[in-house]
C-alpha cells in the first residue's frame, strides 16, 4: 500500500503519539519522567517549569530562544519509536543559523554514550533563507565515523519555495522498516530520499523541538507520530484538535476518525487571457485545465476555493504561455506552478518582455545589431565515462531558445575555462537565462556534474554569472573565482541585462569589482557542552568561512574528508595532507591535499576567521 501523509490511518498506520497544545493545563513540568503521549512531564533541562522559556497559548506551543523540549528527561527514560511516521506542523522565527528544528535521536545513546548515535533531522532552519529547510540523516551524530545524506554529497538544502516564517507548515518524516531509504515531506509532498546508514534502524528515538537561538518565537501547532501497524503499536486517542490563533487547518496528517474534506472541482468558466495579471485579492485566473486561482486576505493562492498551504506573502498572479505564476514577496521574486505535480519552481518574472523598437539604420558589419552573439565564459565538474557526464545547458533570450543544447568540456578542477558562442536574430535584450538541464551526482565529487558561468558577453558588454539571479546554486559559491556563478542543481541563472550595469574592461575590473561576501558554515551539530563540531564529508574546497571558530572548544571533523579521499595515516599534518596556513593578516586557511605533496597544492577546505595558524591544536582536528 502506497504511503499517504495526508491521510496516515488510509495507509494503514496507527497514531501513537498526538499533542495538539490544546491546553496549557499541568503541562511544561519540570524534568519528569515520560509517562504519557503528550508533553505533560516531558520537558528536558528545565530547572523549573517557571524558568522554561515558553508556553503554551493560543493552541500553539510558543517556544522561546532558549527553549528545548522533548520526549525523555534527563535520564533518558521516556516515550521514543521505533519506525513510523513523525510529524509537526510549525511556524518558523527568521533565523541567522541552524538554529530552530524538529528532530529525532537515539534513546540508547541517550542512556549510553558508546550506542551508535543516529539522528534524524526532520527539519532544520536554514541560515537567512526561510524559503529553504535542512533535511538530514546522520550516521553517528557527534562521534567518529560520522556522515550524512549519502545520496547528495552531505547536502540537506531544500528548496520548499515558499517563506516558512510567515505561516505554518508541516514537516514530516517516514522511517519504514522494510525500506532502505528515509523520505522527508513538506506539507505533505516529497522533498528529501536518502538511503539509510547502518546505525538507522538500531535503536528507537527520541523527539525532540528546539529553539537555540533563533530570532524571534518558533511556534508549534501539534506533534504527532504514528506507527506501522505491524509493529505492535500501542494506539492513543487523539487529542482534541486546537486551530492556531483561530486560523483554519489547512494542511497535515488526517485524525482517526476525521472526515476526508473533497477535492473542489475545477470551474467549466473561460479560460484567462495569456497575460492576465491579478493584484491582490482582486479577480481570479483560471488555467487550461479550468483550476481557479486566486489569492486570499491572508496572501495566499486559493485553487478552486482551497488553500494552497505551500503559499504565502503572495502579491501577484500572472498567466503567461499557459502556465500559472506567483510573485511571492515585495522583491520581485517570481514562481511558475506545475498543475500535473503541483510543484512550484523558482524562475524568472514572465511579465519581462523586450520592447519593440524602430529598425536601426544599417550599420557596419561586425556591429552588434547586425549580428548579435552572446559569449560564455564557463566551466564544468564532470563526471568522466558516464551517459550525459559533462554538462550542458541552454540559452533563451527573453522565454526564446537561442542556438541549440551547449556542452562543456573544460574541467573546473584544473582551472579550466571555455568560451561557448551562440548566434540569435534579437535585438534590445532584457534578459538572458542559462538554464542547466543535466545535473547528476552519484555520490561523490568525481560523480558529480556541475556548471560554472563566470560571464556572458553581449553586445560587446559583459556581465558576471555572480551578480545574476541564480535558483539552481544549494548556496554554492566558487572560491577559486568569486565572479563566477555555481549550478549545482538543475535551474536558471538569469542576467537581467536591461537593469544590469555592465562589467568594466577586464583592466580595471579587479580594481572596481568589490571583494565578494563571505559565505559562512554553520556547525553540523553542538554537543549540548558548548563544543560546535563541523564534519566534513569530502576533501572538496567548500569556499566558505567559520566567522566564530573557538579553538578552545571547537572541532574540525575531517575524518570522513580524509577516508573518501583515501588517506590511511596516522598524523596528517605531518604528512602534508592537512595544512594550516596563514590567510592575511588575522586568519588560517585550512588546506588539504590527499597526495601530500606540496602543501600550496591543496584545496582550501574552509577558512578560520580571526584564528592564526598556532592557535589551532591538534585537539581542534579529528582524523
Known sequence: ????????????????????????????????????????????????????????????????????????????????????????????????????????????????????????????????????????????????????????????????????????????????????????????????????????????????????????????????????????????????VSAPFGQAVTNGSLLPGASVTPTPAPSAGPVSADGTVVSGTSGTIVSDAHNVFAINAGGQITENGAVMTITGAVTELAYHNHTLYQEATSKNLWWSFNEATDAWTQTSNPLVTATPSPSPAPTPSGGTAADPTITLHVSGDHWAGHAGGDPQFIVLVDGHQVGGVQTVTAVHDSNQWQDITVNGTFSNAQEIDVKFINDQYGGSHAQDVNLYVDSITVGGQKYFGAAATNNASQGYHDASDPNAAVMAQNGTLAFHVASATPTPTAALASALTPAPAPVFMSSSFNDGSGHDVFVFNTAAATGKDIATFDVAADILDLAPALKAAGYSGSDPIADHVVTLAQLGTDSTAVKIDPTGQDPAHGVTLVTLDHVLPQDVHAANIWH
Not at 509537526?88 to 535521536?105: H, L
Not at 547502518?198 to 506533534?223: E, P, S
Open 1 to 240: 500500500m502506497a504511503f499517504d501523509p495526508n491521510n496516515p490511518a488510509a495507509s494503514g498506520m496507527v497514531l501513537t503519539w498526538d499533542d495538539e497544545f490544546t491546553s496549557s493545563a499541568g503541562q511544561l513540568s519540570a524534568d519528569n519522567v515520560a509517562s504519557h503521549t503528550k508533553w505533560s512531564d516531558h520537558v528536558w533541562w528545565t530547572p523549573a517549569p517557571s524558568n522554561f522559556p515558553g508556553s503554551i497559548h493560543d493552541g500553539v506551543l510558543d517556544l522561546q530562544p532558549g527553549a528545548e523540549i522533548n520526549t525523555i528527561n534527563s535520564s533518558a527514560q521516556g516515550w521514543s519509536q521505533k519506525y513510523g511516521y513523525f510529524e509537526a506542523r510549525i511556524k518558523f522565527a527568521p533565523s541567522n543559523d541552524v538554529e530552530q528544528g524538529f528532530f529525532m535521536m537515539s534513546q540508547a545513546h541517550a542512556q549510553s554514550a558508546p550506542a551508535p548515535s543516529s539522528e534524524l533531522d526532520i527539519v532544520e532552519t536554514s541560515p537567512h533563507d526561510p524559503t529553504h529547510v535542512l533535511d538530514t540523516l546522520h550516521r553517528q551524530s557527534g562521534q567518529p565515523g560520522e556522515a550524512q545524506n549519502s545520496a547528495t554529497g552531505g547536502n540537506p538544502l531544500v528548496s520548499v519555495g515558499t517563506d516558512t516564517t510567515q505561516g505554518f507548515h508541516t514537516y514530516g518524516a517516514l522511517w519504514d522498516p522494510n525500506s532502505s531509504s528515509i523520505t522527508w515531506y513538506f506539507d505533505g509532498k516529497v522533498t528529501m530520499v536518502q538511503p539509510k546508514y547502518d546505525t538507522t534502524d538500531g535503536a528507537a528515538m527520541f523527539m525532540d523541538l528546539l529553539n537555540t537561538a533563533g530570532t524571534g518565537d518558533m511556534q508549534v501547532d501539534y506533534v504527532r507520530a504514528w506507527q506501522f501497524s505491524g509493529q505492535n503499536p500501542a494506539a492513543v486517542t487523539p487529542d482534541p
